[in-house]
């Protein structure tokens, strides 16, 4: 049996067949193929993924599930996930990232929660490169004509732009969604005896073991994995939408699950696995859209909007009905019995016969051989002393500012419908987006970040920056970090440098979710993102869920008062290692970025929470890409007000304006809250910058610029 | 004061259109499927929400059209009775014939989502009474076809009758080009049938009907209709 050609190892293959009592037959081989495919089965990381914690006490459901639920109180919970479509964005820009932006939809609406707000994760390549325009237009166009169709807003996000993603573009989507938290829909509560639903679009040969696809490097050929594309119909998905949240106010259906990679096997098993019931599902009942598919073909076919659904028998003609009113197919293809089986039958003869717990975690785990890169020291070199200081500062801000990755992403944002469901505060192009929930006086806040250039740098460190960047932002606009999720986008981890990096990266974000008690409740993990040209850089993405006890407790960025007193707590003493002043300055991506430590990010977000809701300051934002001059160019851009800043420290002002890392902070405080301020932040390094009022920003003997001359560089809304 | 908001498959502004309503007024709403044949009985107000009825497939809003409950919405138009068609509402209304001109693709072609000033040409209608004329207003606009287009001599008719009650602006209420965000003729956002009765704007008031949200401009709109319905009128 030629077992390789469906994407299977000896060793799995032997294990398959030792639990069968003989060997799988094709079908069955497909099924596992994809099921125990990389992107399915995590064979290569779930070793990793036990380091994070994901435990807490306002989790409601951590990993495992659909997605994460953190409790916001009154009952309600907030569900989120991010998920990466990259390979079919790759190949397929438009499609892939529209058809990603529905997929990540589906996975929070099967928790019975209403999709309330996306933010996706963009990583394109070099603006110069010949494919990146393209693949960057195409890629915005499809999250933003999905997600205004179905009506979820994309109210944020991360927008990177490097060489390393010429060929291998990521795009990751992050979903959440409010549910009762009495009212949330399992895919574990299936019982024996019951209906199995599906429910949505018919079933193609669109997106056939897409997961698969997802699972190995792109080559020249990939073209010819169009067909692994799925169409994506944000129509459809608005009526499976509202259908699935009447089926469930309706206390109509017992157990659900989305159609995601590999369609029915995976939701059909899944749901069977984790309920512990077998189930039986008669192919020939499965609505088609095209004639003469194998039961293989629909049992892997991606076709997308399609949900299933376990119910009472008794309750399936009100299903149908409701089914009928959304305009949707909806068919009976099977029942669950008791036992541990998961038998496919066509045309009334079995053609696949597997028990669900052999699909969904019977697949042996890979152990993947980890090596220090060797050039990881080279990396490291940086000599600041070989790095003059900027001739003229007002060129370097203006070069720091014009850096794709840096500058304003309105052309982005413009294409997103960023407030439908009126519940937007604040959308794109802030450090944290805002959320009401209507009724209550609660705010839920969002960002998604990440640092890819640490993380090639330092693994650990930038693995742990990335998610304490995520929680600082939270902390300064007055939000508790509840939990977070993570897109884990990495190369092949069969290449033992990658692995370990992989490794590295992990062990960093987990040790930065301890020390600040941020648990992980869903995530996702994306490999082989690498061509014949070259592997992408360490990219986890990190998308973290706060909340704000109410409006008055929510301290805007961008919003000084003449006459403040502007305040920078942290360390002055950071580091340029892979910073964004170095890359703008064509200088290559080097050094070593700072230790990462704990205690210090604890105590910082202990402390910006108390700044934010004891009202001692007008203006909070966390120093992050571009340093210290990116947070007043910004600020001082978006509050339409000057400032003239004197840094009076010792150490070199290149580090002091444009270096990254570390717990940081720049504060705005009317002068009468100053002494609330510093007792807030006594113990914690804390300096004066200077004041705001006149008509332009004034670095001491560093840049300066008309605050009309910043509104145009940073033009905002 | 009775308003009955219908929702078509893919619309997917009812929600915040109904939220709007009864925030901003207190008063009665009713959610009414397309496939209905009648609007509830002492309706006042007809809104047609955004979103994309359809898909917005074959062209935005003209599958919607030709629902059913439309011409249920067509006789309460013929009889005097208000409707407000708002953002694919607006389009609806155009293809179903009860409001003139198209929307065709913004010239940007593609979508756009931001908030936009507005200058209140028409304040004598039932949506705009509470408005100083010349006011401008920040309402958000969120479309992908929304350039208002129609002939020459119709185009002329229209402003010579006062029907274009908004218009895009700058902040400072110049209806010039740098404040047009959709290549809209003459800077249209909307306009009023000639029995003044029917609405159809491409920006969104229940986007700006809430401080907490940025803006609070939609408030008035929405007291204009109340005013009106209060004074006798239907």
Redesign the interface.
């Known amino acids: 049996m030629d077992f390789s050609r469906y994407g299977i190892r000896k060793e799995e293959f032997e294990a398959a067949s030792s639990v069968l009592g003989r060997e799988p037959n094709e079908c069955e081989l497909r099924i596992l193929g994809v099921m125990w495919s990389e992107h399915c089965s995590y064979k290569s990381t779930k070793r990793l993924l036990r380091l994070f914690p994901n435990k807490g006490p306002k989790v409601v459901l951590g990993p495992g599930e659909n997605a994460g639920i953190v409790d916001l109180g009154d009952g309600i919970g907030a569900a989120f996930k991010a998920e990466s479509h990259n390979h079919p964005s790759a190949v397929a820009p438009y499609q892939g990232a529209a058809t990603g932006v529905g997929g990540i939809i589906r996975d929070i609406l099967a928790l019975g929660a209403r999709p309330v707000a996306s933010m996706d994760g963009l990583f394109f390549g070099d603006p110069g490169h010949p494919r990146t325009a393209a693949l960057s237009s195409g890629i915005v166009?499809g999250v933003?004509?999905y997600g205004?169709?179905?009506?979820v807003p994309t109210v944020g996000g991360k927008t990177v732009y490097d060489p390393a993603y010429n060929d291998n573009p990521l795009l990751n989507a992050f979903c959440l969604g409010f549910v009762k938290l009495d009212r949330i829909v399992s895919s574990q509560t299936a019982r024996p005896g019951q209906a199995v639903i599906l429910l949505g679009s018919k079933t193609g040969r669109d997106g056939i073991a897409g997961a698969a696809f997802a699972s190995v490097e792109l080559s020249d050929d990939s073209k010819e994995s169009r067909p692994s594309i799925q169409i994506g119909?944000?129509?459809?998905e608005?009526?499976l939408i509202e259908a699935c949240l009447e089926l469930q106010e309706k206390e109509l259906i017992v157990s659900m699950q989305d159609m995601g990679a590999a369609g029915i096997t995976s939701s059909s098993s899944e749901i069977a696995a984790k309920s512990g019931v077998g189930m039986t599902l008669h192919f020939d009942r499965v609505p088609l859209r095209e004639k003469d598919m194998e039961p293989w073909e629909i049992a892997l076919s991606e076709s997308q909007e399609r949900m299933l659904l376990i119910a009472e028998h008794g309750k399936v003609d009100e299903i149908m009905s409701i089914a009928e009113?959304?305009?949707l197919d909806c068919a009976v293809i099977g029942e669950t019995f008791e036992g541990d089986g998961y038998s496919i039958l066509f045309n009334g003869e079995e053609v696949a016969s597997l028990p669900p717990s052999l699909i969904c975690d019977g697949c042996p785990q890979i152990h993947w051989p980890s090596k220090l890169p060797v050039d990881l020291e080279k990396r490291r070199e940086l000599e600041l002393d070989d790095l003059p200081l900027p001739d003229d500062w007002n060129e370097a801000l203006d070069a720091l500012l014009t850096l794709p990755s840096l500058a304003p992403k309105q052309w982005i944002?413009?294409?997103?419908?960023?407030?439908?469901?009126?519940?937007?505060?604040k959308g794109p192009g802030h450090p944290v987006s805002v959320l009401?929930v209507?009724g209550r006086d609660s705010l839920v806040a969002m960002v998604f970040d990440a640092d890819p250039w640490k993380c090639y740098l330092d693994p650990f460190r930038g693995g742990a920056e990335t998610v304490a960047r995520t929680a600082r932002a939270l902390a300064v606009a007055g939000a508790e970090p509840l939990g977070l999720t993570d897109c884990l986008n990495f190369p092949s981890p069969e290449v033992p440098e990658q692995y370990w990096v992989l490794e590295e990266c992990v062990k960093g974000m987990a040790a930065c979710c301890e020390a600040i008690g941020c648990p992980v409740v869903s995530g996702n993990v994306s490999l082989y993102n690498e061509s014949p040209e070259g592997a992408i850089l360490p990219t986890p993405v990190v998308g973290t869920v706060g909340i704000i006890p109410s409006?008055r407790e929510y301290l805007p960025s961008g919003n000084w008062d003449e006459g403040d007193v502007l305040f920078m707590v942290g360390p002055c003493n950071t580091s340029l290692a892979g910073s964004r002043y170095l890359r703008s300055r064509n200088l290559p991506l080097s050094g070593r970025p700072l230790e990462f430590w704990g205690e210090a990010e604890k105590d910082f977000i202990q402390r910006a929470l108390r700044t934010a809701r004891s009202g001692a300051a007008s203006s909070g934002r966390a120093i992050a890409g571009g340093g210290l001059a990116a947070a007043l160019v910004k600020d001082s851009a978006e509050s339409g007000k000057g400032a003239a800043v004197s840094l009076g420290i010792p150490t070199r002002k290149d580090v002091v304006l444009f270096g990254e890392g570390g717990a940081r902070a720049l504060y705005s405080v009317p002068m009468g809250k100053v002494p609330l301020f510093k007792v807030i932040w006594n113990g914690y390094p804390c300096i004066v910058l200077g004041r705001v009022g006149g008509s332009s920003l004034e670095v001491e003997d560093a840049f300066g610029f008309t605050v009309e001359e910043l509104g145009k560089k940073w033009r905002i809304? | 004061m009775k308003t009955a908001v219908v929702i078509f498959p893919g619309s997917n502004c009812d929600q915040d259109v109904i939220h709007a309503v009864r925030t901003t007024l207190g008063t009665e709403v009713a959610e009414v499927w397309h496939r209905e044949n009648d609007l509830p009985s002492g309706t006042d107000l007809v809104i047609l929400p955004g979103g994309f009825s359809y898909g917005d497939y074959l062209r935005s809003g003209a599958m919607a059209a030709r629902s059913p409950v439309m011409k249920s919405v067509a006789r309460h138009g013929g009889k005097g009775g208000l409707i407000l068609g708002i953002c694919n509402g607006f389009q609806v209304l155009t293809e179903a014939r009860l409001l003139p001109g198209v929307l065709l693709p913004n010239r940007t072609l593609s979508f756009i989502c931001r908030p936009c000033f507005l200058r209140v040409e028409n304040t004598a209608t039932p949506f705009t009474n509470r408005f100083p004329k010349g006011q401008v207003v920040q309402f958000p606009i969120a479309h992908g076809d929304g350039l208002y287009s129609l002939p020459e001599d119709e185009l002329k008719a229209l402003e010579d009758r006062g029907g274009v009650v908004f218009r895009y602006a700058s902040p400072e209420g110049i209806a010039d080009d740098n404040g047009n965000p959709n290549g809209s003729l003459n800077n249209i956002a909307g306009i009023i049938s000639p029995e003044g009765n029917i609405l159809g704007l491409m920006p969104h008031p229940e986007r700006a009907s809430e401080a907490l949200l940025g803006g609070e401009d939609g408030c008035l709109f929405w007291q204009s209709i109340l005013s009106f319905l209060e004074k006798g009128g239907r």
């Open positions: 166009r933003g004509d205004n169709a179905v009506g119909d944000p129509f459809a608005k009526m009113k959304w305009e944002y413009d294409q997103y419908d960023s407030m439908v469901q009126v519940n937007t505060v009401r209507k409006f809304r």
